[in-house]
Each structure stands twice: as C-alpha cells, then as structure tokens.
C-alpha cells in the first residue's frame, strides 16, 4: 500500500519512520541534543527545532553514519549549520560547541531550573537574569512579594495548545520542596506498580475502566520522569468523563496517594479540549512504604477519543508535533482529542490504536520505533 511505501529513514515526518531508543548513532544524537537543548534555553526556537528536526532524522537512520556524504542524504540534515557539526563530530568524534556548552556555568544553571516543574526556558532565563544561580537563590526569589508577579511556565511543546497548561504559581515552590524525589527517574517496574494501584482504587469508584500507561514507559525508556495514564470507561460521556477525574483525585487525595494536584483541567477550563471530550489530572503521587513522591498525570477520555488520546500521550514530542503536521497534510486535525476533517470539522472515530494510523494514512509504528 501507499502508506508502506511511505515507511522510510528518509522520509519527510517522524510519525513514517521508525525512531528505535537507541540508535547506531547514538553518541552522535546525544551531542546534538546538547545543542538542541542549549537553544531551547536560550529562545531560540528556531534553531532548537532545525536541531530536533535533524536528531529525529538521524535517529531513524539504520546504520552508523560514516561519511558527511552518508548524513547529507538524510531529511533535514543537509542544512549548512547541522552538517558542519556533524562532520566535525564525524572527524573528531567530537562537536566542539556541546563540549564548551557542558562546560559552562550558565548552561548548567538553566538546565536545574528547568527541571522544575512550572519552569521553562523563559522563567529560567528570568531568574538567571536576576542573579540566580543556585535552586536555594531561586527558593528566595519566589519568597520575595515583589517577584510573586513573575510568571510561571510549562516547559512545553508550544503548538500542543491542548496540553499546555498554565502552571499556578504557588506549585513552583511544591515543586522546589520535592525537587529531591521529582528529579529521580522512575522505574518500569515502579511504573506498573503505581498504575495497578491507581486502576485498582478507581475500580472501587467506577468498575470497568480501560487504561493504557502511555508516555516514555510505552516507548521502552528504562526509566521515566513521570507516569502518563490515559484512562477511558465504555459507558462514559463527556459529562462523566470530567466527574470521574474529579471524584476519582479526591478520592486518591483523601487516601493521602495523591498529596499534591498540580492542575485539573476538562472542568470549567477554557484550556479544555473543545467537546470536552477529556479530563486530565496532573497530580503527584506518593507511593505508599516508598515514602516517594512522584509525578502523576492521569488523562481521562471518551471511549470516541480514547485511542487517539493513547497515541497523543505516547509521543514522541517529536512523532506528535509530525502527526499533527501529517494530518495537516491530508486536510485532516489530529491531536489526543480526536481526529477531524478540516474542511467540514467531521469527526472520524478510531476504534484501535492501528486505526488511528489508518485513518492518518501512515503505515503503523510500534509505540517502541516512536521515539523521534
Ligand atoms: N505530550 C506532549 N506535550 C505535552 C505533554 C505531553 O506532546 N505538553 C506528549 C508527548 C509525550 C507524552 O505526551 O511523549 C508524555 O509526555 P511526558 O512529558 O510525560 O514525556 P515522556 O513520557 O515522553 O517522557 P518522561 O515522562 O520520561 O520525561
Ligand atoms: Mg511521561
């Protein structure tokens, strides 16, 4: 079919590649992701999207890349800026400009800021600006009454409307209390553990529930800074949909297993998604015997839009922003809604995750090759 014809390293988005973990040039994606990053962090965006576009392409590319030749042929990699770091990298086995960026204090700086949750490259920048350089000055900075104005982001994929959230900005400081416990990575083995606990407490409240643990643990990573759970019942409409987040984290809040609820958004929220189709909950989770705090999202859908949800919330950043794209390209919307037709806003109902790429046009990937 046309859509496996489309399934190829070189091809235009990510969503028709195949993004393994680890790639051969694994070294060589790493040292990029510095530049990329350090962009970021700088407000570039730009640039940061010219660098994610090429790691994403290389990432997908099968074999160790030997030559500049080899990375020219490559779907955005043949821009002057990638290349030129490329071949140095693939003289040297080296990129000079990641390893002065690793060096110096301010990249490091920014980076612990921004792994605050509420902090993106922008508030980071902004503390930095004020003389900020260690978690303790920027815990100082928020006591201060006249810096509580300063505003509070999600590091967040920008054209995903749908998911950002504007953080409230008392949860800096939650987020700085737990800083320990939030920075340590979660594993897959945790990550089970937590889902089959929250399924089994929402049993309780709604028998019959469906879920899908989604997020980086579906894409294989070993480890995960957070829990994504995408939840659906068959019988539930929008109305239920939005009550059970809500009744379901009080409940988990009366228990004490969620101590903190970041955001609740699908309520009243103008952020929701437009039918109301779904409800999520960012919460932070406390693992009963661990003593653990660990971050939570639970992501509550109509049977309609459960298996785009699914996709939306297993990513890549990267494989979403292209599907997204993709689907613009086929006169269609996609994103963890629902899947519409642009000209007439029809919706089509994917009844499987396989469905979703069918309609889509794209060949399927396994949720572990998506890791654009
Ligand atoms: N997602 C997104 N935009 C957001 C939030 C989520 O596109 N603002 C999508 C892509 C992500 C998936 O949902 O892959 C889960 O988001 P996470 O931020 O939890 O990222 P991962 O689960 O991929 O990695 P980790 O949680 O280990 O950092
Ligand atoms: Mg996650």
Redesign the pocket.
């Given at each position: 079919t046309s859509a496996q014809a489309a399934l190829s390293p070189s091809a235009k988005y990510a969503c028709q590649r195949q993004s393994p973990l680890v790639c051969p040039n694994q070294d060589l994606v790493e040292q990029l992701a510095v530049l990329k990053r350090a962009r970021e962090l700088d407000l570039n965006w730009e640039s940061a999207l010219s660098y994610a576009r090429a790691i994403a392409s290389i990432k997908a590319y099968p074999r160790k890349i030997q030559s500049a030749k080899e990375a020219r042929k490559l779907a955005y990699v043949g821009d002057k800026t990638e290349l030129k770091v490329i071949r140095e990298y693939l003289k040297s086995g080296q990129i000079s400009e990641t390893k002065s960026i690793l060096e110096g204090e301010k990249y490091r700086v920014l980076m612990e800021f921004s792994s605050i949750y509420g902090i993106g490259p922008m508030t980071a920048q902004v503390l930095y600006a004020r003389r900020c350089r260690t978690l303790e000055d920027v815990k100082r900075f928020y006591k201060d009454p006249d810096n509580a104005a300063l505003e509070i982001e999600?590091d967040?994929?920008d054209e995903?409307e749908e998911?950002?959230v504007r953080v409230p900005e008392r949860w800096i400081e939650v987020s700085l209390a737990l800083k320990d416990d939030l920075s340590i990575k979660i594993p897959r083995r945790e990550v089970e553990q937590v889902a089959r606990m929250v399924m089994h407490e929402l049993e309780e409240i709604q028998p019959g529930c469906l879920h899908t643990i989604?997020?980086?643990?579906r894409?294989g990573?070993r480890?995960?800074?957070?829990i994504?759970i995408v939840i659906t019942h068959p019988a539930a409409d929008a109305n239920r949909v939005r009550e059970l987040c809500q009744e379901f984290t009080d409940v988990l809040s009366k228990k004490g297993l969620v101590t903190h609820l970041m955001t609740l958004t699908g309520q009243h929220s103008p952020s929701s998604s437009p039918a109301g189709v779904i409800a999520k909950a960012f919460t932070i989770f406390s693992l009963p015997g661990s003593g653990r705090s660990r971050r939570l999202?639970l992501i509550f859908a109509v049977p309609d839009v459960y298996w785009t949800a699914v996709v939306?919330?297993?990513?890549?950043?990267m494989f979403?922003r292209d599907l997204r794209l993709h689907a613009k390209s086929k006169d269609l919307k996609f994103d963890s809604s629902g899947i519409t037709r642009r000209t007439d806003e029809s919706v089509i109902i994917a009844h499987s995750e396989k469905d979703v790429f069918e309609i889509l046009g794209l060949p399927y990937i396994h949720p572990t090759m998506r890791n654009a």
């Open positions: 999600e967040d994929d995903d998911k950002n989604a997020g980086g643990y894409r990573k480890e995960s800074n957070d994504d999202d939306g919330w297993t990513g890549s950043t979403q």
